[in-house]
């Protein structure tokens, strides 16, 4: 399911809930990545998909191979870590240097990474910065 916001009457935000999470068959899962990656290769308004990814895990396999496609694409994005106040300390280092060895490997990553926490309400505004500098 895509879901489709309107924001200022000007920009849209997209989000695929569960995209990296759902459990599905391999078949289901290569049918989401070519109607994902049409939906990219056809926005020409497409600015930046903005990669949530679970402070506490880092990055999965799911969220990697998105990256691929998104590389292959040639559509700009930006990680941004959530859940950063349930990450330990070590986690949260672990998902910087991770984020770091991606840059280099990444040809379409933006080169600076977000964190958030929706329950110490950190990070949300930089976060709505960074949608609003895409417009």
Same mark, same amino acid.
């Given at each position: 399911?895509? +879901?489709?916001?309107?924001?200022?009457?000007?920009?849209?935000?997209?989000?695929?809930?569960?995209?990296?999470?759902?459990?599905?068959?391999?078949?289901?899962?290569?049918?989401?990545?070519?109607?994902?990656?049409?939906?990219?290769?056809?926005?020409?308004?497409?600015?930046?998909?903005?990669?949530?990814?679970?402070?506490?895990?880092?990055?999965?396999?799911?969220?990697?191979?998105?990256?691929n496609?998104?590389?292959?694409?040639?559509?700009?994005?930006?990680?941004?870590?959530?859940?950063?106040?349930?990450?330990t300390?070590?986690?949260?280092?672990? +998902?910087?240097?991770?984020?770091?060895? #991606?840059?280099?490997?990444?040809?379409?990553?933006?080169?600076?990474?977000?964190e958030?926490?929706?329950?110490?309400?950190?990070?949300l505004? #930089?976060?709505?910065?960074?949608?609003?500098?895409?417009c």
């Open positions: 399911q895509i +879901n489709v916001f309107e924001l200022d009457k000007r920009l849209y935000l997209v989000d695929l809930p569960g995209y990296g999470f759902a459990a599905v068959s391999q078949r289901m899962r290569a049918s989401w990545d070519m109607l994902i990656m049409s939906y990219l290769r056809e926005r020409s308004t497409l600015r930046r998909v903005f990669l949530l990814i679970d402070s506490r895990h880092g990055f999965k396999k799911s969220d990697c191979a998105l990256m496609l998104l590389d292959a694409a040639a559509v700009v994005y930006q990680c941004v870590f959530t859940k950063s106040d349930e990450a300390e070590d986690e949260r280092q672990r +998902n910087q240097k991770m984020f770091a060895d #991606e840059t280099s490997r990444h040809s379409a990553i933006f080169p600076t990474c977000l958030t926490s929706t329950v110490k309400r950190t990070g505004k #930089e976060v709505q910065c960074a949608i609003h500098a895409c």
